[in-house]
């Protein structure tokens, strides 16, 4: 089964055009949708999980006509939304039982047996008891992860999941969804690079509503191997690199400025090679600084 998305527009009452004719096909695995704020990622991820329409464009998964068939994309959804509300007073334990009621698991047995297990997988079992209003961040959403394999769903849509998780329950919450792409399309919407560059063996990157490459990340960093360099410099010189260079970043290091600048041949003087990484596909894609950023786009 895959989720293929064809010609997706959406413009908001306001003006705002948050999707621009958006083409993709997503085949079962981990699929990355990586973009900054304000891309279109959650316009995009709404709509698939059928919460809006769009104005214009088809969505299938597998035969299902995502669009017009929402029941049958519902039964088969799970969703974890950028930010869910809880119930404080509850526990774990309790409102995942209620979740599966509504999922339609009414055989009691049947219901206690998956919910200890989601408790086990999510690694909750041992809070099961208690109540949701004291869960850390990372908690809460490996809680978002049980409510949303309910029903073992064939489509699963994670969006921007580990904003706001410190570093361990990151990683924690990252090998957890990476055990769930094998036989689902899996969705992790993110501005995170390295949430894709861990995780997903497919991506996009997404801005101002539009695709700007859909690739294995792999292949992507292999397209700008050798093409990326970098150098320390002050900042107040920063403007004339950037007039000079094709500068497709630059991060603070140790009080100084280095920059990355993307380049066929050494750029000048002081200039290392970089070993290239996913963020530096990201940020060459974003600032459409490869001459043949076109043959990336199509790779
Ligand atoms: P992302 O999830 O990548 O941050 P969004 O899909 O939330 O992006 O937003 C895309 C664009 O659409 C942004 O410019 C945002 O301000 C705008 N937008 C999102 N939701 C609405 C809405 N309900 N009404 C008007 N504009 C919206």
């Known amino acids: 089964m895959q989720l293929v998305i064809e010609h997706l ?25 990586l973009g900054p704020n304000g891309a279109g990622k959650s316009t995009l991820m709404r709509t698939l999980a059928t919460l809006q329409e769009p104005d214009t464009g088809s969505v299938r998964l597998g035969d299902i006509d995502v669009l017009r068939d929402k029941d049958a994309v519902r039964r088969t959804l799970g969703y974890l939304p950028q930010e869910f509300g809880v119930y404080p007073k509850v526990s774990a334990e309790e409102l995942l039982d209620h979740f599966a009621v509504l999922k339609g698991i009414i055989d009691r047995k049947q219901r206690r047996e998956l919910v200890q297990a989601l408790l086990q997988q999510t690694n909750l079992y041992d809070a099961r008891r208690k109540h949701l209003g004291g869960f850390s961040g990372g908690m809460r959403q490996r809680f978002g992860i049980a409510v949303a394999l309910l029903g073992n769903p064939k489509l699963i849509i994670v969006d921007e999941p580990t904003a706001g998780l410190d570093p361990a329950e990151r990683v924690r919450f990252l090998n957890l969804l990476s055990e769930l792409g094998e036989n689902s399309v899996v969705i992790l919407s993110t501005h995170i690079v390295e949430d894709v560059s861990e995780l997903c063996s497919r991506m996009a990157i997404i801005n101002q509503g539009e695709i700007l490459l859909e690739a294995e990340p792999l292949a992507a960093i292999e397209q700008v191997r050798g093409r990326v360099w970098k150098r320390l410099i002050d900042r107040e010189a920063l403007p004339v690199f950037e007039q000079e260079h094709r500068v497709i970043s630059t991060r603070l290091f140790a009080g100084r400025t280095v920059i990355h600048v993307a380049s066929d041949a050494q750029p000048g003087p002081e200039f290392e090679p970089v070993d290239a990484s996913l963020e530096d596909v990201y940020f060459t894609v974003m600032r459409g600084r490869l001459p043949t950023e076109e043959a990336v786009a199509t790779a």
């Open 9 to 33: 527009s959406k413009t908001y009452p306001n003006g705002t055009h948050a999707l621009k004719d958006v083409t993709l096909t997503i085949p079962q695995g981990m699929f990355g949708l």
